[in-house]
């Protein structure tokens, strides 16, 4: 059973910190993994998405890895903004023809001012 | 112009009673979801829809029971409320040739 796992569960930094959230899966055999953003009261926006073949993905400031094998992402976000206060999710969809898609419990992100 | 939509946002209602969550999308995309996130933040899919047919239903109770009027609504029937269906329920959809998945709002559902 694939289970998903977001180290830390809550971070704070001070603005314009360079920083890196974590998530990590049990089981590689992933067909795609996406990292979400969750603002309070809102949906999720899904920010990269980064196939199993692929290595990286990047937009703007964000950065996102993949190492299939180790069963591990790392989100990367460069020069935090206050903006960037959210919570993010991490979610695998498993090869084999499923849709669905297995989430992490997410990082709770607040960057000071 | 909100490409997907949930009505109501929130839902407060007593055991026992029977409820309705709509969503309705404008992005003319094929598959649409219905995902609950506890109260633990746990998110985990419920159902999908393709072109209104059901293509995966994990383990919930038949007290749910989704309706697909057209390919632009999922609508989520909940019958015989009980308290630990309090969540917030949320509705998603995906294009033909994309996995980037598309999540409206939210609707949070209390159950008393």
Redesign the interface.
Same mark, same amino acid.
């Given at each position: 059973k694939q289970e998903v796992t977001q180290i830390p569960a809550a971070l704070s930094v001070p603005e314009g910190e360079n920083l890196v959230l974590n998530c990590s899966f049990t089981d590689s055999a992933i067909?795609?993994l @996406?990292w979400?953003r969750q603002d309070p009261? %809102?949906? !999720? =926006? *899904?920010l990269l !998405?980064i @196939?199993s073949s692929q290595r990286e993905q990047t937009s703007g400031r964000l950065n996102a890895s993949l190492d299939k094998s180790s069963g591990r992402s790392t989100l990367y976000i460069a020069a935090s903004q206050p903006g960037d206060s959210a =919570?993010y !999710?991490c979610?695998v969809?498993p090869e084999g023809g *499923?849709? %669905?898609?297995v989430?992490g %419990?997410?990082t709770k992100l607040t960057v000071n001012p | 112009d909100t490409a997907v939509s949930q009505t109501p946002k929130y839902l407060v209602t007593q055991m026992g009673n029977d409820k309705s969550i709509k969503c309705e999308q404008n992005l003319g995309h094929d598959t649409m979801y219905w995902y609950k996130q506890d109260s633990k933040k746990f998110l985990k899919i419920m159902f999908s829809y393709n072109n209104k047919e059901l293509i995966i239903n994990e383990t919930v109770p038949n007290r749910f029971s989704p309706k697909s009027p057209d390919k632009a609504h999922l609508n989520l029937h909940i019958n015989s409320l009980e308290l630990g269906d309090s969540a917030v329920y949320f509705c998603a959809t995906r294009g033909h040739n994309t996995d980037t998945q598309y999540f409206g709002p939210g609707t949070r559902l209390t159950v008393l």
């Open positions: 067909y795609n @996406q979400f009261g %809102k949906g !999720l =926006t *899904s !998405l @196939q =919570t !999710l979610a969809r *499923s849709e %669905k898609l989430f %419990k997410g | -």
